[in-house]
Protein backbone atom coordinates (compact mmCIF):
# COMPACT_ATOMS: atom_id res chain seq x y z
CA UNK A 1 0.00 0.00 0.00
CA UNK A 2 1.13 4.09 -0.62
CA UNK A 3 2.16 5.24 2.90
CA UNK A 4 0.44 8.50 1.36
CA UNK A 5 -2.70 7.18 0.33
CA UNK A 6 -2.99 5.07 3.53
CA UNK A 7 -2.39 8.62 5.51
CA UNK A 8 -3.72 10.84 3.40
CA UNK A 9 -7.12 12.04 5.86
CA UNK A 10 -4.62 12.50 8.58
CA UNK A 11 -4.70 16.22 10.00
CA UNK A 12 -1.17 16.53 11.64
CA UNK A 13 2.28 16.46 9.80
CA UNK A 14 3.40 13.28 9.56
CA UNK A 15 7.67 13.63 9.59
CA UNK A 16 8.72 10.50 7.49
CA UNK A 17 11.64 8.34 8.93
CA UNK A 18 13.97 9.54 6.11
CA UNK A 19 13.96 13.09 7.32
CA UNK A 20 14.31 12.33 10.93
CA UNK A 21 16.67 13.71 12.60
CA UNK A 22 18.38 13.87 16.14
CA UNK A 23 15.75 13.01 19.47
CA UNK A 24 12.82 11.86 16.87
CA UNK A 25 15.28 9.74 14.66
CA UNK A 26 16.31 8.12 18.09
CA UNK A 27 12.40 7.68 19.11
CA UNK A 28 11.76 5.95 15.64
CA UNK A 29 14.23 3.57 15.92
CA UNK A 30 13.57 2.44 19.55
CA UNK A 31 9.98 2.19 18.15
CA UNK A 32 11.14 0.58 15.95
CA UNK A 33 12.92 -2.14 17.96
CA UNK A 34 10.00 -2.48 20.35
CA UNK A 35 7.73 -3.21 17.87
CA UNK A 36 10.05 -5.22 15.65
CA UNK A 37 8.93 -4.07 12.61
CA UNK A 38 10.75 -2.37 9.46
CA UNK A 39 8.62 1.12 9.62
CA UNK A 40 7.54 2.68 12.09
CA UNK A 41 3.79 2.74 12.80
CA UNK A 42 1.90 5.69 11.67
CA UNK A 43 0.53 5.74 14.90
CA UNK A 44 3.63 6.87 16.56
CA UNK A 45 4.26 9.24 13.76
CA UNK A 46 0.59 11.10 14.64
CA UNK A 47 3.14 12.69 17.14
CA UNK A 48 6.49 13.23 14.92
CA UNK A 49 6.10 16.66 15.18
CA UNK A 50 6.17 16.75 18.99
CA UNK A 51 9.09 14.36 20.08
CA UNK A 52 7.59 14.98 23.89
CA UNK A 53 4.36 14.00 23.29
CA UNK A 54 5.67 10.83 21.09
CA UNK A 55 8.25 9.89 24.33
CA UNK A 56 5.13 9.49 26.34
CA UNK A 57 3.51 7.38 23.78
CA UNK A 58 5.92 4.62 23.54
CA UNK A 59 6.50 4.81 27.52
CA UNK A 60 2.99 3.88 27.50
CA UNK A 61 3.43 1.15 24.97
CA UNK A 62 6.62 -0.41 26.40
CA UNK A 63 5.59 -0.48 29.70
CA UNK A 64 2.20 -2.21 28.35
CA UNK A 65 3.48 -4.65 25.57
CA UNK A 66 6.42 -5.42 27.06
CA UNK A 67 6.91 -6.23 31.05
CA UNK A 68 4.69 -7.22 33.65
CA UNK A 69 2.94 -10.83 34.06
CA UNK A 70 -0.02 -10.65 31.34
CA UNK A 71 0.97 -13.25 28.51
CA UNK A 72 1.35 -10.70 25.18
CA UNK A 73 -1.19 -12.46 23.36
CA UNK A 74 -3.92 -11.47 26.31
CA UNK A 75 -2.39 -7.72 25.63
CA UNK A 76 -3.09 -7.96 22.52
CA UNK A 77 -6.60 -9.41 22.91
CA UNK A 78 -7.49 -6.23 25.21
CA UNK A 79 -5.76 -3.97 22.65
CA UNK A 80 -8.16 -5.14 19.81
CA UNK A 81 -10.84 -5.43 21.84
CA UNK A 82 -10.78 -2.29 23.10
CA UNK A 83 -10.35 -1.06 20.01
CA UNK A 84 -13.55 -2.98 18.60
CA UNK A 85 -15.55 -1.53 21.37
CA UNK A 86 -14.08 2.13 20.68
CA UNK A 87 -15.05 1.32 16.99
CA UNK A 88 -11.75 2.06 15.81
CA UNK A 89 -11.06 -0.11 12.20
CA UNK A 90 -7.54 0.94 12.72
CA UNK A 91 -6.35 -0.21 16.05
CA UNK A 92 -8.71 -3.11 15.90
CA UNK A 93 -6.45 -4.53 12.77
CA UNK A 94 -3.25 -3.25 13.82
CA UNK A 95 -3.52 -5.56 17.17
CA UNK A 96 -5.46 -8.30 15.43
CA UNK A 97 -2.18 -8.95 13.30
CA UNK A 98 -0.35 -8.75 17.06
CA UNK A 99 -2.52 -10.78 18.52
CA UNK A 100 -1.43 -13.83 16.17
CA UNK A 101 1.91 -12.64 15.80
CA UNK A 102 1.73 -14.02 19.71
CA UNK A 103 -0.07 -16.81 19.12
CA UNK A 104 -4.07 -15.96 19.00
CA UNK A 105 -5.83 -17.36 16.21
CA UNK A 106 -7.06 -16.08 12.93
CA UNK A 107 -10.35 -16.96 13.54
CA UNK A 108 -10.16 -15.22 17.33
CA UNK A 109 -8.59 -11.94 15.33
CA UNK A 110 -11.91 -12.20 12.75
CA UNK A 111 -14.42 -12.59 15.57
CA UNK A 112 -13.20 -9.75 17.41
CA UNK A 113 -13.61 -8.14 14.31
CA UNK A 114 -17.39 -8.53 13.76
CA UNK A 115 -18.57 -9.26 18.00
CA UNK A 116 -20.23 -6.95 20.04
CA UNK A 117 -20.24 -8.64 23.08
CA UNK A 118 -17.06 -10.44 24.47
CA UNK A 119 -19.40 -13.16 25.01
CA UNK A 120 -19.07 -14.11 21.31
CA UNK A 121 -15.66 -14.75 21.35
CA UNK A 122 -13.98 -17.88 20.86
CA UNK A 123 -12.00 -17.80 24.12
CA UNK A 124 -12.33 -19.50 27.35
CA UNK A 125 -14.42 -18.74 30.19
CA UNK A 126 -11.38 -17.36 32.42
CA UNK A 127 -10.67 -14.87 29.65
CA UNK A 128 -14.83 -13.90 29.49
CA UNK A 129 -14.55 -12.63 32.61
CA UNK A 130 -11.83 -10.71 32.18
CA UNK A 131 -12.87 -8.94 28.90
CA UNK A 132 -16.31 -8.33 30.38
CA UNK A 133 -14.68 -5.97 33.40
CA UNK A 134 -12.78 -4.63 30.51
CA UNK A 135 -15.49 -4.00 28.23
CA UNK A 136 -16.56 -1.58 31.07
CA UNK A 137 -13.70 0.58 31.66
CA UNK A 138 -14.51 1.92 28.08
CA UNK A 139 -18.25 1.90 28.26
CA UNK A 140 -19.33 2.84 31.99
CA UNK A 141 -15.99 2.59 34.49
CA UNK A 142 -17.73 4.16 37.30
CA UNK A 143 -20.09 1.37 37.49
CA UNK A 144 -17.27 -1.05 37.96
CA UNK A 145 -18.27 -3.16 41.24
CA UNK A 146 -16.34 -4.83 43.95
CA UNK A 147 -18.32 -7.85 42.99
CA UNK A 148 -17.16 -7.81 39.72
CA UNK A 149 -13.59 -7.15 40.24
CA UNK A 150 -13.33 -10.30 42.51
CA UNK A 151 -15.30 -12.54 40.27
CA UNK A 152 -12.30 -11.64 37.72
CA UNK A 153 -9.78 -12.71 40.39
CA UNK A 154 -11.91 -15.77 41.72
CA UNK A 155 -11.04 -16.64 37.84
CA UNK A 156 -7.56 -17.16 38.01
CA UNK A 157 -6.54 -13.49 37.26
CA UNK A 158 -4.15 -12.55 39.77
CA UNK A 159 -4.32 -8.69 41.43
CA UNK A 160 -1.17 -7.48 39.18
CA UNK A 161 -2.60 -8.97 36.23
CA UNK A 162 -5.84 -7.37 36.25
CA UNK A 163 -3.97 -3.95 36.99
CA UNK A 164 -2.49 -4.45 34.12
CA UNK A 165 -5.63 -5.69 32.39
CA UNK A 166 -7.22 -2.21 33.03
CA UNK A 167 -3.80 -0.01 32.33
CA UNK A 168 -3.91 -1.78 29.28
CA UNK A 169 -7.55 -0.89 27.94
CA UNK A 170 -7.59 2.44 29.58
CA UNK A 171 -4.25 3.08 27.55
CA UNK A 172 -6.54 2.18 24.56
CA UNK A 173 -9.15 4.28 25.28
CA UNK A 174 -6.49 6.89 24.68
CA UNK A 175 -5.55 5.75 21.48
CA UNK A 176 -8.21 5.39 19.68
CA UNK A 177 -9.32 8.92 20.46
CA UNK A 178 -6.18 9.84 19.59
CA UNK A 179 -6.24 7.77 16.15
CA UNK A 180 -9.34 8.66 14.80
CA UNK A 181 -9.78 12.36 16.33
CA UNK A 182 -5.99 12.71 14.01
CA UNK A 183 -7.99 11.53 11.11
CA UNK A 184 -5.93 8.10 11.06
CA UNK A 185 -8.53 5.41 12.71
CA UNK A 186 -11.54 5.17 9.85
CA UNK A 187 -10.65 1.87 8.26
CA UNK A 188 -8.43 -0.75 8.38
CA UNK A 189 -6.92 -0.45 5.15
CA UNK A 190 -5.06 2.79 6.98
CA UNK A 191 -2.95 0.33 8.97
CA UNK A 192 0.16 -0.64 7.39
CA UNK A 193 0.78 -3.39 10.14
CA UNK A 194 -2.36 -5.17 9.04
CA UNK A 195 -1.58 -5.51 5.83
CA UNK A 196 1.88 -8.02 7.22
CA UNK A 197 1.48 -11.12 6.66
CA UNK A 198 1.35 -12.86 9.77
CA UNK A 199 4.24 -14.81 10.76
CA UNK A 200 4.19 -19.02 10.38
CA UNK A 201 5.98 -19.47 13.83
CA UNK A 202 4.34 -17.39 16.74
CA UNK A 203 6.20 -15.22 18.96
CA UNK A 204 7.58 -15.66 22.54
CA UNK A 205 4.02 -15.60 24.47
CA UNK A 206 5.60 -14.64 27.66
CA UNK A 207 4.58 -11.09 29.81
CA UNK A 208 8.28 -9.63 28.57
CA UNK A 209 8.30 -10.23 25.12
Not at 34 to 59: C, Q, W
Not at 63 to 76: S, Y
Not at 79 to 92: G, I
Not at 122 to 143: F, G, I, M, Q, S
Request: charged share 20%.
Amino acid sequence: MDDQLATAAVRVPLIEESDATGELAEIYEKVKAGTNLPFVPDMFRLMSSKPELLKAVVAGYDGIFNHGDLPRETRELIAAWTSRVNQCPYCVGTHGFFLQVFGGTEELAQAIEAATSPDELPVDERTHELLRLLTKVTTAPYRITDSEWQRVLDAGWTEGQLLEGVFCAALFNFITRLVDSLGLGASVAMSRISQQEVPTEPASKAGNS
